[in-house]
T-cell receptor, first 114, second 113 residues
Framework: DADVTQTPRNRITKTGKRIMLECSQTKGHDRMYWYRQDPGLGLRLIYYSFDVKDINKGEISDGYSVSRQAQAKFSLSLESAIPNQTALYFC?????????????FGPGTRLTVL | GDSVTQMEGPVTLSEEAFLTINCTYTATGYPSLFWYVQYPGEGLQLLLKATKADDKGSNKGFEATYRKETTSFHLEKGSVQVSDSAVYFCALSEWNTGNQFYFGTGTSLTVIP
């Protein structure tokens, strides 16, 4: 079984709808991240969480919110989806370690907002 | 702030050709450097990493050396295969910034038989 799973894998929705993307991990890592990937822009950090009680905004948090329900679960919500939020979304986890932190990615969720 | 710049693609090579994908970085301290690979329809996978200057990361025939003097971490492979076709991302992580990751924009590689 995959260590980092994301649901759904694909989603098509309409402008104005509320959408939740879910991420679960079995790696036992405290740190979890949400990124979006757009062609030519690479990966951009939306939110990250270093433990259950810690939530931090990333580079592009506007229009998104997150919830860290447990160590293993980190959800991303779009309160009112808009077309420019059409992208590939990745969840990732990591363990802290000075100079050696490595991120482990889920398979991604392809979101299309019409 | 921290950032990563990598060569733009797409790159198209014939099988068994030599590959170089350039990556340079800007960091305030002493980052760890990474190459991730994304195969079609999949998430990113760690390809290799180096945690200090002059370290060489290697995996699956790919290599990259952490060059502090030129702030570079170029990815190389002596003989590419069709199965190496993917998007390659250079990234850095720095203790000073809470181990946040900064990714380059990705370089798409296509290897033709």
């Amino acid at each position: 079984d995959a260590d980092v799973t994301q649901t759904p894998r694909n989603r098509i929705t309409k402008t104005g709808k509320r959408i939740m993307l879910e991420c679960s991990q079995t790696k036992g890592h405290d740190r979890m991240y949400w990124y979006r990937q757009d062609p030519g822009l690479g990966l951009r950090l939306i939110y990250y969480s270093f433990d259950v009680k810690d939530i931090n905004k990333g580079e592009i948090s506007d229009g998104y919110s997150v919830s860290r329900q447990a160590q293993a679960k980190f959800s991303l919500s779009l309160e009112s989806a808009i077309p420019n939020q059409t992208a590939l979304y990745f969840c990732a986890t990591s363990e802290p370690g000075q100079g050696s932190d490595t991120q482990y990615f889920g398979p991604g969720t392809r979101l299309t907002v019409l | 702030g921290d950032s990563v710049t990598q060569m733009e693609g797409p790159v198209t090579l014939s099988e068994e050709a030599f590959l170089t994908i350039n990556c340079t970085y800007t960091a305030t301290g002493y980052p760890s450097l990474f190459w991730y690979v994304q195969y079609p329809g999949e998430g990113l996978q760690l390809l290799l990493k180096a945690t200090k200057a002059d370290d060489k990361g290697s995996n699956k025939g790919f290599e990259a050396t952490y060059r502090k003097e030129t702030t570079s971490f170029h990815l190389e492979k002596g003989s590419v295969q069709v199965s190496d076709s993917a998007v390659y991302f250079c990234a850095l992580s720095e203790w000073n910034t809470g181990n946040q990751f900064y990714f380059g924009t990705g370089t798409s590689l296509t290897v033709i038989p």
